[in-house]
């Protein structure tokens, strides 16, 4: 069964250090997408960056890179030189399909990062 | 440009009460359209989706329903609110058949006291 997992309910960084944000996924697709998200205290779900299954190369936008794993079924969200704005809730989700139906969205639980001054 | 709309941003009421929540996306066509719920330092999780005008996928058995009466309208709504249904509801948009992001609204904070 499909199913995305992240393991730290929190964590604490110091302002300017880099940041990693761990998620692994469990799908029998051949192919699939992964997603991260920023939901800051506002509610809203801001989208960060895209990794594709077939990508050769990690996705990156900014600040923000993807550390993808396919053999360890890992897609890690590497944050450099964090700023206080960075602190918020971050969800890392995959897309899939089930059989007979449209894409969905697979969501993991969510870590809570806090930059501290 | 496309925007996604949700609204009320906030909204209390008492149990037994119907709901109703709105959605509309503006700047594409034939989107693909999601309700999420929230519960409170959670997750998302999946209630509806809509592949089009009165196609309507419920994936968790509940109070709600949802109704989708025009190509970039999607309605959240409920005969009789619980105390259960409290939580933070987002929708969303992506497009049709591609492996893309999906985009959110602001999000409706419902309070059922």
């Known amino acids: 069964a499909q199913k995305i997992t992240q393991t730290q309910p929190g964590m604490f960084v110091q302002e300017k250090e880099a940041v990693t944000l761990d998620c692994t996924y469990d799908?029998?697709?051949?192919?699939?997408?992964l997603f991260w998200y920023k939901q800051p205290s506002s509610g809203e779900m801001i989208f960060l960056i895209y990794q594709g299954s077939y990508d050769q190369q990690n996705a990156t936008e900014g600040r923000y890179s993807l550390n993808f794993q396919k053999a360890r079924k890992s897609a890690n969200l590497v944050i450099s030189a964090s700023q206080l704005g960075d602190s918020a809730m971050y969800f890392c989700a995959m897309r899939h399909r089930p059989q007979g139906s449209n894409y969905q969205l697979i969501w993991g639980a969510g870590t809570k990062l806090i930059i501290k001054p | 440009s496309q925007t996604i709309h949700q609204w009320p941003a906030t909204l209390v009421q008492p149990v037994g009460s119907p709901l109703s929540l709105e959605c509309t996306v503006e700047?594409?066509?034939?989107?693909?359209l999601y309700w999420y719920r929230q519960a409170a330092g959670r997750g998302l999780q999946l209630l509806f989706y809509?592949?089009?005008?009165?196609?309507i996928s419920s994936e968790v058995p509940q109070n709600l329903s949802a109704s989708r009466p025009q190509d970039r309208q999607f309605i959240l709504s409920s005969k009789k609110l619980l105390l259960s249904d409290s939580g933070f509801y987002l929708c969303?948009?992506?497009?049709?058949?591609?492996?893309?992001?999906?985009?959110f609204g602001q999000g409706t904070r419902l309070t059922v006291v």
């Open positions: 969303a948009w992506s497009h049709r058949g591609r492996n893309t992001e999906a985009f």
């Open positions: 700047g594409t066509s034939n989107p693909n």
């Open positions: 809509s592949v089009g005008i009165g196609q």
């Open positions: 799908t029998s697709d051949p192919s699939y997408g």
